[in-house]
């Protein structure tokens, strides 16, 4: 079984600064993947951003990038620059090489102080 | 248009009630999968489905029922609604490997009085 930690309940950052939102995971599988997604007031869930677990370097999507330690289980991400549309709920997510789902974090609820 | 649909968008039932929650893609996807979104909790998975005919148990599928008789739909039933059930419900699906994540519908809330 999978299990994902999102340990940060809240982060508040002021516009056009950067900010990391903390994301640790647990998984047996040696080929799995993580995913970062963003899910505003519209309740919609939109992909930010995903790492395949066999690459080493870090995924970068124009302001969002990610630290991806794998030795530590860690996947934080970065947003830079951040913009008041960036305010949401962000939840981290692993999937590993079976057939059943998406185990995601609690969240992390983004507010952007204009 | 392609993509994931759900309805209804709102739904408010009563205790004791059956209500079915609608889920239809367009993608062609083979998998298919139900969550609930709760406070605290994250997003859980309920069911999921690897083909027409296939489902299986997810994290908490007590008191639903699925079923996946066209690759399209993937309806979700509520047999006998509780309080607890009340929640934003999640249609998503992904393709033979997940690597490129999950497209999701746009969520059910439903609240049962």
């Known amino acids: 079984a999978q299990t994902v930690t999102q340990s940060q309940p809240e982060m508040s950052v002021q516009e056009a600064e950067t900010v990391t939102l903390s994301c640790t995971y647990d998984?047996?599988?040696?080929?799995?993947?993580l995913f970062w997604y963003k899910q505003p007031p519209s309740r919609q869930m939109i992909l930010v951003i995903r790492?395949?677990?066999?690459?080493?370097q870090n995924a970068t999507e124009n302001r969002f990038s990610v630290n991806f330690q794998k030795a530590a289980k860690s996947f934080s991400l970065k947003i830079s620059d951040s913009q008041l549309g960036d305010a949401a709920m962000y939840f981290c997510?692993?999937?590993?090489?079976?057939?059943?789902?998406?185990?995601f974090g609690k969240g992390t609820h983004l507010i952007i102080q204009p | 248009d392609a993509g994931i649909t759900q309805s209804p968008r709102y739904k408010i039932t009563e205790t004791g009630r059956q209500v079915t929650l609608m889920c239809h893609q367009t993608?062609?996807?083979?998998?298919m999968f139900w969550y609930r979104q709760d406070l605290g909790h994250g997003l859980r998975l309920i069911y999921y489905?690897?083909?027409?005919?296939?489902?299986d148990k997810g994290e908490v599928p007590d008191g639903y029922v699925v079923s996946r008789s066209k690759t399209e739909n993937f309806p979700l039933t509520l047999e006998s609604a509780t309080r607890s059930q009340t929640s934003v419900y999640f249609c998503?699906?992904?393709?033979?490997?997940?690597?490129?994540?999950?497209?999701f519908g746009s969520g059910t809330r439903l609240t049962v009085v």
């Open positions: 998503a699906s992904r393709g033979s490997t997940g690597r490129y994540g999950y497209t």
């Open positions: 998984t047996s599988e040696s080929d799995y993947y």
């Open positions: 790492q395949e677990a066999y690459k080493q």
């Open positions: 997510a692993s999937l590993g090489g079976g057939a059943d789902g998406l185990t």
């Open positions: 993608w062609s996807h083979s998998y």
């Open positions: 489905s690897a083909a027409a005919d296939i489902t």
